[in-house]
């Protein structure tokens, strides 16, 4: 069993790593409220959204 991703978690650091809404939004295709609402539990990105966040995320997180 894969364990859940905690998208409000990844979100916030890339924020804290200095990566807003906007550029994460422009990066995955979608919009800015779309992220929000992924931070906020209110749904949760698509199966490749979710792996382009996480890449997105090792990539900062590695380069802070």
């Given at each position: 069993m894969?364990?859940?991703?905690?998208?409000?978690?990844?979100?916030?650091q890339?924020?804290?790593?200095?990566?807003?809404?906007?550029?994460?939004?422009?990066?995955?295709?979608?919009?800015?409220?779309?992220?929000?609402?992924?931070?906020?539990?209110?749904?949760?990105?698509?199966?490749?959204?979710g792996?382009?966040?996480?890449?997105?995320?090792?990539?900062?997180?590695?380069?802070t």
């Amino acid at each position: 069993m894969t364990p859940a991703v905690d998208w409000f978690r990844v979100i916030t650091q890339l924020q804290r790593a200095g990566m807003d809404h906007g550029q994460q939004a422009r990066e995955l295709g979608v919009s800015r409220r779309t992220i929000g609402n992924w931070q906020q539990a209110i749904c949760e990105p698509s199966h490749s959204k979710g792996e382009a966040l996480l890449e997105i995320y090792r990539s900062v997180i590695r380069s802070t």
